[in-house]
């Protein structure tokens, strides 16, 4: 198998980059080596590298800086992944594509299924959302995966940054301020390319777009009190802070989240016979790794 696996780098296709080595021949790009706004870029790649597989771990994810270049975020997250499964059917190869939550406006009482109407509350949301409709409608093999709360070692999320915030507010005992009325499965990054591989190595596999995060629901108050709780526990953090509950009224932001984020994976556990970990086990492990 040759898999090409784009944005390499990123906290996601890091992980991608270790799960996937065994299945073959993984030929590893970056937007410092692939700019996904360049259409023509994109095609000369795929068409050069010639694989068996396409997972793109790659996208615009400033989700409050989205509001301000639609046009760039569209063109990342919407126009790249058409054009990726283009050249993906015309090749007769498999693409795994990531989506969001954030398709949705969180106003359902239930964990959302893959059957529920999309309707994103703002731009990163709605540029991901033509991204699922473009892999899906270039008609070749695809798995889209759905997911929520990404987190990992590395890169960007909100685990790190707690963990920063968490050791500048322990020193000077003020404290935290964390939404508590927005909720999802916080999902580690390690568990979604072990996955990925997984689903690889199977000899048939079914396209279509699958939601796909961590078992278990808490709120961002609540995973800021579980970072804590288990980076003391782990001994990265001496001291913690005191965390306050909030409202997502009094954290006003650029681009409005989905106060329910929960996404229902009973598909892909039918389908594949594979389920995901309790987001608490996830959490764990990530920062057992953090320790070394």
Known sequence: MKILLIG???????EL??????????????SDQLDLAN??????AVRAMKPTAIVNAAAYTAVDKAEAEPALAEAVNAAAPGLLAEEAKRLGALLIHYSTDYVFDGTKQTPYTEDDIPAPLAAYGRSKLAGEQAVSAAGGRHLIFRTSWVFGLHGANFMKTML?????????????????????APTWTRHLADVAALTLARREIPSGLYHLANAGETSWYGYAEAIFAEALRAGL???VPT???????????????????RLDCSRFR????????DWRTGLIDCLADARF
């Open 270 to 277: 039918r389908d594949f016979g594979l389920a995901m970990p």
């Open 164 to 184: 920063r915030l968490g050791r500048e507010r322990g020193e000077s005992r003020e404290p935290l301020r964390v939404v508590g009325d927005q909720v999802g």
């Open 237 to 239: 953090m001496e001291q």
């Open 17 to 30: 980059r270790r799960s996937l080595a065994c299945l073959g021949e993984v030929v590893a790009v970056d």
């Open 243 to 261: 965390v306050h509950r909030i409202t997502s009224s009094d954290y006003p932001l650029p681009a409005a989240r989905p106060a329910n984020s």
């Open 8 to 14: 390499c780098n990123g906290q996601l296709g890091r």
């Open 39 to 44: 259409s023509r870029a994109v095609r000369d």
